[in-house]
């Protein structure tokens, strides 16, 4: 559960607007995963996709 404690203190850090963003698409990506795990191991091996706000 480690993934998920530092995407949600990463979301925190955000202003409202980028919160709504990546949570839309942290969605689209859930989308193509039958399992939220999965979904999440792949943000942690995958940390430059593009959920990352510039």
């Given at each position: 559960?480690?993934?998920m404690?530092?995407?949600?203190?990463?979301?925190?850090?955000?202003?409202e607007?980028?919160?709504?963003?990546?949570?839309?698409?942290?969605?689209?990506?859930?989308?193509?995963?039958?399992?939220?795990?999965?979904?999440?191991?792949?943000?942690?091996?995958?940390?430059?996709?593009?959920?990352?706000?510039?």
């Amino acid at each position: 559960m480690q993934a998920m404690e530092k995407l949600t203190t990463e979301l925190h850090s955000l202003s409202e607007m980028d919160r709504r963003h990546v949570v839309s698409i942290l969605a689209e990506i859930a989308n193509g995963y039958d399992d939220f795990n999965d979904m999440l191991i792949y943000l942690e091996f995958y940390p430059n996709h593009k959920i990352l706000i510039s």
